[in-house]
T-cell receptor
Framework: QQQVKQSPQSLIVQKGGISIINCAYE??????FPWYQQFPGKGPALLIA?????SEKKEGRFTISFNKSAKQFSLHIMDSQPGDSATYFC????????????FGKGTKLTVNP | DTAVSQTPKYLVTQMGNDKSIKCEQN?????MYWYKQDSKKFLKIMFS???????INETVPNRFSPKSPDKAHLNLHINSLELGDSAVYFC????????????FGPGTRLLVL
């Protein structure tokens, strides 16, 4: 039972392009949606997170868009750079509820020079 | 000044052996986790401890036994290693009220031959 579905599995973008990764969730009790970035050989690290009362959150070149009615959220990376090449995981959690983050299956992003 | 550290970084062993992986965090967090990341990069939670108490045990074979001697340490002992145990194991920790923000260690790459 996969509670957070992530797509695409892999993504290749040219330098300067926009990378878009999509996630959908089922459990309406989720109330916080973080994105994690994982470089090869490293552990995942929190990139950006959003609450469902906000439709968009931007931090530098990274933007999360959130559609509560559709139970979908996405990560947009503007002006993608080769240094953004990594695996990206969306996740969901219920604050004050279960201890666990529910992760999507990850998207491997490759940004070509 | 490493936040979450794991030892060893690499572990190559024979099937049937018993091995341990150690994790330490110096962030003062109460909650610690073990995750397994398979070859497809899927992150699967295994265990969660809160202040030395087991909170989550996600249908993990009982060959895996976590131990938390204090809230800064969470070790993972694996008995009778199997080929399917080959994966990268990540330790993570978080603050009590920040379920969306987990700090991951660098991972332990386990290869069972």
């Amino acid at each position: 039972q996969q509670q957070v579905k992530q797509s695409p599995q892999s993504l290749i973008v040219q330098k300067g392009g926009i990378s878009i990764i999509n996630c959908a969730y089922e459990n309406t009790a989720f109330d916080y949606f973080p994105w994690y970035q994982q470089f090869p050989g490293k552990g995942p690290a929190l990139l950006i997170a959003i609450r469902p009362d906000v439709s968009e959150k931007k931090e530098g070149r990274f933007t999360i868009s959130f559609n509560k009615s559709a139970k979908q959220f996405s990560l947009h990376i503007m002006d993608s750079q080769p240094g953004d090449s990594a695996t990206y995981f969306c996740a969901a959690v219920t604050q004050g509820g279960s201890e666990k983050l529910v992760f999507g299956k990850g998207t491997k992003l490759t940004v070509n020079p | 000044d490493t936040a979450v550290s794991q030892t060893p970084k690499y572990l190559v062993t024979q099937m049937g052996n018993d091995k341990s992986i150690k994790c330490e965090q110096n962030l003062g967090h109460d909650t610690m986790y073990w995750y397994k990341q398979d070859s497809k990069k899927f992150l699967k939670i295994m265990f969660s401890y809160n202040n030395k108490e087991l909170i989550i045990n996600e249908t993990v074979p009982n060959r895996f036994s976590p131990k938390s001697p204090d809230k800064a340490h969470l070790n993972l002992h694996i008995n009778s290693l199997e080929l399917g145990d080959s994966a990268v194991y990540f330790c993570a920790s978080r603050q009590r009220d920040r379920q969306e923000t987990q700090y991951f260690g660098p991972g332990t790459r386990l290869l069972v031959l």
